[in-house]
């Protein structure tokens, strides 16, 4: 009788609400997710097809912005990866885009790219990679920070970019070599691959992925919600003459990078939570004291949405691919953890364009710009008017850079120089508004394009001219697409929250990006990254 007595008191001591919430005061593991070029309607036009178990999942039982937003401008890749984990914008952490002209030392820096490193293990050519042009604190160093580096965090991804940047300044970071198939890292990290990776890149596995061929997951036919697999608007691999299924990847390979091929499929993104999964397990993450930190980018749906564009019928198969892949990552981590004893989010780095050739047989307002052309016909003006001279060092990113020596030596006034560039680019068609940088460093803008403008200039590193094209307006060819600018189709992105101490639910009010880091900082109860602007999530982070 004793025993049975106390045995029941301690099962009522042990699901008593208080200790239920002493024992999991924290969560084991933080898994972010960034999904790169995923627009929010992606989460509800493919929903018929996706299984319970994935995207699905998370709406239903995380917690979801649907208004979520990019709040400065460009909307790429590195500044992306950047601003979610840092909660600030390129204006103060510095990543102002994946590629940009270096003033002090006249020419292009990458964002990521780091020359007093090189790699370990893969190619040298792909090893010059740290976050050190990154000048903030990002919330998986503030976990580190905060635990006296007990916490252990680890960025993954096919780009380099999408890992380096989210593993922050104290974490690690293993990148794809499209060289050699081969996942790897640079000195910043490691003098030696841990011996999990040699052993991850022994299986060899994307070979096995590029042996196969890609078809669609279900019968093309049901494919409803993509345009025609055949048309004009999408761009095709090198080797084959149209840009339909199915693709056979093993011959596709020797026309398309040997192993950088599989960027361009959904098997890269497979390949890539093999690797996420075998992370987990050879660092033991969130085995631990603390919690621990794994930084998660999906990057082939960049590749494939480029190429083929956000109504292909490619881009609906790689997303019903992905969800499967997001439900095989929440399986493992229910299984390996424990339901409730971990949280992942799930972002992107920016959204995407509709092709302009394809809105514009619609009877879409859209358009390509030639901007080889505007710049030259800017340049002969800027001679007849002010003379011979190098008057634009550098035109990139839709910014222009000025030889501000040679204005200086001409004795010209810089704004008024600048405004007549302004005034001159407008005629073009295609750029619907331009600044400067005399107006970025003096004025604040409090909304609009001009804001995110803004919110994305740094004063040490941009241009002197910012041009905004029309909505619906490329600066390319004539098939695929981008993303870069502050209209809503690269801007609104899912901002969804699952797991540990999330509550079901969803809210269309406003939220940005730079919100997502100062969430998980009151979720952890650890400080702020050190340059966010963000705002915690309250309907998260508030209990009712």
Same mark, same amino acid.
């Not at 901007?371 to 800017?378: S, Y």
């Given at each position: 009788? +004793?025993?049975i007595?106390i045995?029941?008191?301690?099962?009522?001591?042990?699901?008593?609400?208080?200790?239920?919430?002493?024992?999991?005061? +924290?969560?084991?593991?933080?898994v972010g997710?960034?999904?790169?070029?995923?627009?929010?309607?992606?989460?509800?036009?493919?929903?018929?097809?996706?299984?319970?178990?994935?995207?699905?999942?998370?709406?239903?039982?995380?917690?979801?912005?649907?208004?979520?937003?990019?709040?400065?401008?460009?909307?790429?890749?590195?500044?992306?990866?950047?601003?979610?984990?840092?909660?600030?914008?390129?204006?103060?952490?510095?990543?102002?885009s994946?590629?940009?002209?270096?003033?002090?030392?006249?020419?292009?820096?990458?964002?990521?790219?780091?020359?007093?490193?090189?790699?370990?293990?893969?190619?040298?050519?792909?090893?010059?990679?740290s976050?050190?042009?990154?000048l903030?604190?990002?919330?998986?160093?503030?976990?580190?920070?905060?635990?006296?580096?007990?916490?252990?965090?680890?960025?993954?991804?096919?780009?380099?970019?999408?890992?380096?940047?989210?593993?922050?300044?104290?974490?690690?970071?293993?990148?794809f070599?499209?060289?050699?198939?081969?996942?790897m890292?640079?000195?910043?990290?490691?003098?030696?691959?841990?011996?999990?990776?040699?052993?991850?890149?022994?299986?060899?596995?994307?070979?096995?992925?590029?042996?196969?061929?890609?078809?669609?997951?279900?019968?093309?036919?049901?494919?409803?919600?993509s345009?025609?697999?055949?048309?004009?608007?999408?761009?095709?691999?090198?080797?084959?003459?149209?840009?339909?299924?199915?693709?056979?990847?093993?011959?596709?390979?020797?026309?398309?990078?040997k192993?950088?091929?599989?960027?361009?499929?959904?098997?890269?993104?497979?390949l890539?939570?093999?690797?996420a999964?075998?992370?987990?397990?050879?660092?033991?993450?969130?085995?631990?004291?603390?919690?621990?930190?794994?930084?998660?980018?999906?990057?082939?749906?960049?590749?494939?949405?480029?190429?083929?564009?956000?109504?292909? +019928?490619?881009?609906?198969?790689?997303?019903?691919?992905?969800?499967?892949?997001?439900?095989?990552?929440?399986?493992?981590?229910d299984?390996?953890?424990?339901?409730?004893?971990?949280v992942?989010?799930?972002?992107?780095?920016?959204?995407?364009?509709?092709?302009?050739?394809?809105?514009?047989s619609e009877?879409v307002?859209?358009?390509?710009?030639?901007?080889?052309?505007?710049?030259?016909?800017?340049?002969?003006?800027?001679?007849?008017?002010?003379?011979?001279?190098?008057?634009?060092?550098?035109?990139?990113?839709?910014?222009?850079?000025?030889?501000?020596?040679?204005?200086?030596?001409?004795?010209?006034?810089?704004?008024?120089?600048?405004?007549?560039?302004?005034?001159?680019?407008?005629?073009?068609?295609?750029?619907?508004?331009v600044?400067?940088?005399?107006?970025?460093?003096?004025?604040?803008?409090?909304?609009?394009?001009?804001?995110?403008?803004?919110?994305?200039?740094?004063?040490?590193?941009?241009?002197?001219?910012?041009?905004?094209?029309?909505?619906?307006?490329?600066?390319?060819?004539?098939?695929?697409?981008?993303?870069?600018?502050?209209?809503?189709?690269d801007t609104n992105?899912?901002?969804?929250?699952?797991?540990?101490?999330?509550?079901?639910?969803?809210?269309?009010?406003?939220?940005?990006?730079?919100?997502?880091?100062?969430?998980?900082?009151?979720?952890?109860?650890?400080?702020?990254?050190?340059?966010?602007?963000?705002?915690?999530?309250?309907?998260?982070?508030?209990?009712?």
């Amino acid at each position: 009788m +004793k025993k049975i007595g106390i045995v029941f008191l301690l099962f009522i001591l042990a699901s008593s609400p208080l200790l239920a919430q002493e024992a999991s005061k +924290k969560p084991k593991l933080v898994v972010g997710i960034i999904v790169d070029q995923m627009r929010q309607d992606y989460l509800y036009r493919f929903a018929d097809r996706y299984s319970e178990g994935g995207f699905k999942r998370m709406m239903n039982d995380g917690f979801m912005m649907k208004n979520g937003h990019f709040n400065y401008i460009p909307t790429y890749t590195g500044p992306g990866h950047a601003s979610v984990y840092t909660g600030t914008t390129p204006a103060t952490h510095g990543i102002i885009s994946n590629d940009w002209y270096a003033k002090s030392i006249d020419k292009m820096i990458y964002c990521a790219g780091d020359t007093t490193v090189t790699n370990v293990g893969g190619s040298e050519s792909n090893g010059y990679i740290s976050p050190r042009n990154m000048l903030t604190t990002t919330i998986t160093d503030e976990l580190r920070i905060a635990t006296q580096k007990r916490s252990k965090v680890v960025g993954v991804a096919i780009k380099d970019r999408g890992a380096s940047l989210p593993a922050g300044h104290m974490g690690d970071a293993y990148w794809f070599d499209s060289n050699t198939g081969e996942f790897m890292t640079s000195t910043y990290y490691y003098d030696q691959l841990p011996k999990w990776v040699d052993k991850f890149n022994d299986r060899k596995l994307v070979d096995q992925y590029l042996s196969q061929t890609w078809n669609t997951l279900y019968p093309i036919k049901t494919y409803t919600q993509s345009m025609e697999d055949d048309n004009p608007f999408e761009g095709t691999f090198s080797g084959k003459d149209t840009p339909t299924f199915p693709y056979d990847l093993k011959a596709l390979r020797e026309t398309n990078g040997k192993f950088g091929l599989i960027s361009s499929t959904p098997f890269g993104n497979t390949l890539t939570l093999d690797f996420a999964l075998a992370a987990l397990e050879g660092e033991k993450l969130g085995m631990g004291e603390e919690t621990d930190f794994l930084a998660l980018s999906f990057s082939s749906t960049d590749y494939v949405g480029h190429r083929f564009g956000p109504q292909s +019928k490619e881009i609906e198969d790689t997303y019903l691919r992905l969800d499967q892949d997001i439900e095989r990552l929440l399986n493992y981590l229910d299984e390996t953890y424990g339901k409730d004893q971990y949280v992942v989010f799930l972002s992107a780095d920016h959204a995407v364009a509709e092709v302009a050739t394809h809105m514009i047989s619609e009877k879409v307002p859209a358009g390509n710009i030639r901007t080889g052309a505007v710049m030259n016909e800017l340049q002969s003006y800027i001679l007849a008017k002010y003379g011979v001279g190098k008057w634009i060092k550098n035109y990139s990113n839709g910014q222009l850079f000025l030889n501000h020596e040679l204005i200086q030596e001409k004795e010209i006034n810089l704004e008024d120089f600048e405004n007549e560039i302004a005034r001159y680019l407008l005629k073009a068609d295609g750029i619907k508004e331009v600044y400067t940088g005399t107006a970025m460093r003096t004025r604040e803008f409090t909304q609009g394009r001009a804001m995110r403008l803004q919110m994305g200039y740094n004063h040490k590193a941009s241009g002197d001219i910012l041009i905004v094209l029309e909505p619906a307006w490329l600066s390319g060819g004539d098939t695929g697409t981008s993303h870069g600018t502050g209209y809503s189709y690269d801007t609104n992105v899912p901002i969804l929250f699952y797991g540990w101490n999330v509550p079901a639910g969803e809210s269309s009010r406003y939220a940005t990006i730079t919100d997502i880091a100062p969430t998980l900082s009151m979720m952890l109860n650890i400080k702020l990254p050190n340059g966010s602007t963000g705002e915690p999530i309250l309907e998260i982070t508030d209990k009712k």
